[in-house]
């Protein structure tokens, strides 16, 4: 092999190492079929809960921010599927992750999130949760069935509707 095609193949090789690792680091630490242990943590009303206070229920774990043009998209459709499913067993838990509450704030009232639980990491990502969940890019998401088991995680609010539907029996 002359010493340019080695050079280049070394290259890409380091490339696709790199590119490899880079993935692997972004991957959030729970992966679906994990079992979640319970914990604790404090919405942005004050309010200390638990995981297992939404035992039973299905829930969106949602890591969000003001800034990210992809999660500001995908909160419409939330939204829409809160408004739908919320009767029928269904929560959402929204983490902020922003550099300032006033920015958050406003977004959570343009975009028109009613659910009422909310939590805010002003840290970005080295907040407590999103170091939890080993969060390194947004938007990330989280189904949680009502036994505390990841059903899903970054789902198209397509593949969620569509897991909520299954789970409901509807077709």
């Not at 969106?60 to 739908?84: D, M, Q, T, V």
């Not at 999103?130 to 890019?137: E, G, M, P």
Request: include cysteine; hydrophobic fraction near 40%; charged fraction near 20%.
């Amino acid at each position: 092999m002359p010493i340019g095609s080695w050079k280049t193949a070394v290259a890409i090789g380091i490339l696709l190492l790199g590119g490899v690792a880079y993935w692997k680091y972004r991957q959030p630490r729970f992966v679906a079929g994990d079992r979640l242990a319970d914990f604790s943590f404090t919405l942005a009303d004050g309010r200390q809960v638990h995981l297992s206070d939404w035992k039973g229920k299905y829930v969106l774990i949602h890591f969000w921010g003001s800034w990210c043009g992809p999660c500001r998209e995908e909160n419409r459709e939330l939204r829409r599927l809160y408004a739908k499913y919320r009767h029928v067993n269904f929560d959402i838990i929204s983490i902020g992750i922003e550099q300032t509450r006033r920015a958050w704030e406003q977004a959570l009232q343009t975009d028109s999130l009613v659910w009422p639980h909310h939590a805010l990491e002003l840290e970005r990502f080295q907040g407590p949760l999103a170091k939890h969940f080993r969060v390194r890019a947004i938007p990330t998401t989280f189904l949680i069935n009502p036994q505390g088991v990841i059903m899903g995680v970054n789902l198209s609010p397509y593949q969620l509707e569509h897991m909520l539907r299954k789970a409901k029996g509807e077709n």
